[in-house]
């Protein structure tokens, strides 16, 4: 866990530094790096892949990618967890830049 948690920090501190697609891309690799400390950034790594989605795209078609992006994510769910997954990007999508409106 040590080693995910200095690894979630470096991806972090260089998002920083970045910007448009290349920092949320970091920050989704921090936020992935980090679950095994806190579960809940699973959910920041998808929401923060899907605004790298949204930042690699041409202005008029942002939406459409990050749409595109959060759908994809959901059909790689395991039906194992899908529910529940679901369930709390209803529950925290407003904390999560509304993304997970697809």
Known sequence: MAQA???????MGAARALKDAAREAAYAAGQAAAVAH????AL???AYAIRAARAAAPEDER???GRQECQ?????LPDA???LVLDDQRLRNEY???VFDC
């Open 38 to 41: 806190v579960a809940d950034h």
């Open 63 to 65: 939406l459409e990618a």
């Open 96 to 98: 999560c830049w509304f």
């Open 5 to 11: 948690r200095t690894a979630a920090g470096h991806a």
């Open 44 to 46: 920041g790594a998808a």
């Open 81 to 83: 967890i899908r529910e």
């Open 72 to 76: 994809w994510q959901r059909v790689q």
